[in-house]
């Protein structure tokens, strides 16, 4: 066919959309159909103390998917938050994480279980109950369960967001905010918010202690938290540098592949207690 450049770069443009569309259509139906056949699970990685002794872990999302074998989570997280799925997803970690914590509880284990939550799935309507009933259920006390949220959670909607957190604390579980730094939001809500811990993005201690600007950030979380009386803990750990460094530097709690890749949880729970 006889046409304009300009015009072929269109149709090949639309025609590269239109399989994107068509790929994501498919990878939602494989995700409901892998809800359905128990193809998620959760891994767990290891968080430690100054010391180096284990105090609990973070829950990773899991897909192993019969065809495409085993999917990140950056790779269908993002699209489950653009339907529905994400709230089922949301409620099968739920469920799992109060089951491996009242396993850990039953052996007197006092380890701490940190979970993803997303933005929408907190917003949901009747996300209290769940929690509530997903502790229940699994005969867990709240008071090991960490929700991690992230800031983008606290820029619309503030009022709503502090209430049911209130509601979520009275409860006994605590709260995290995750790959603290990237977001956009102010300090401000720090002081506001009933918080537990803040996660140091990976991407701030990836270039420690090296990097003079990302130590001065590093020392700058590490300052104002111990001044609000918040736990620190610092993602992507991965050398034994790094690891002195923030433990010089008042670092409470650390994770990252130093201490330990995430792994099966049903494996790491068999080693407990
Ligand atoms: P995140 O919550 O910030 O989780 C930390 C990610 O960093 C995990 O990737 C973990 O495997 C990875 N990581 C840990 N240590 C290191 C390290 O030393 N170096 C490097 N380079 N990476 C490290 P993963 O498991 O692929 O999860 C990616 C993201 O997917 C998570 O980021 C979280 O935002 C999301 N996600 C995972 N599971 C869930 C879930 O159950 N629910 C929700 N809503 N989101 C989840
Ligand atoms: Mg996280
Ligand atoms: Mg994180
Ligand atoms: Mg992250």
């Not at 909607?157 to 209430?163: E, M, Q």
Request: charged share 25%; net charge negative.
């Amino acid at each position: 066919r006889a046409k304009a450049g300009g015009r072929n770069r269109i149709e090949f443009f639309e025609a590269g959309m239109q399989t994107e569309v068509e790929e994501r259509l498919a990878i939602e139906h494989d995700m409901q159909d892998g809800i359905e056949r128990g193809q998620f699970d959760l891994h767990i990685q290891p968080q430690v103390d100054a010391s180096g002794a284990v105090v609990g872990g973070e829950l990773l999302m899991r897909w192993t998917h019969p065809v495409r074998g085993a999917v990140p989570p950056n790779q269908f997280i993002p699209l489950a938050e653009e339907s529905a799925l994400i709230l089922r997803l949301g409620d099968l970690v739920l469920q799992r994480a109060c089951e491996a914590l009242a396993q850990l509880q039953r052996q007197g284990l006092r380890l701490d279980l940190s979970v993803n939550v997303s933005p929408r799935q907190f917003r949901r309507a009747d996300f209290v109950d769940r929690v509530r009933e997903a502790l229940t259920r699994a005969g867990a006390r709240a008071e090991g369960l960490i929700l991690e949220v992230t800031e983008g959670l606290l820029i619309d909607n503030w009022a709503d967001t502090v209430s049911r957190m209130d509601e979520l604390v009275a409860l006994g579980l605590r709260f995290s905010i995750d790959d603290f730094g990237t977001g956009y939001s102010s300090l401000a809500y720090l002081k506001k918010l009933p918080l537990y811990e803040l996660k140091i993005d990976r991407t701030f201690v990836r270039d420690t202690p090296d990097d003079p600007n990302d130590t001065a950030i590093v020392e700058a979380i590490l300052s104002v938290s111990k001044h609000l009386g918040l736990r620190v803990v610092a993602e992507g750990v991965e050398t034994a540098e790094q690891a002195d460094f923030l433990r010089s530097r008042g670092c409470d709690c650390l994770q990252g592949y130093f201490y330990g890749r995430p792994e099966p949880l049903a494996a790491w729970l068999a080693r407990q207690g």
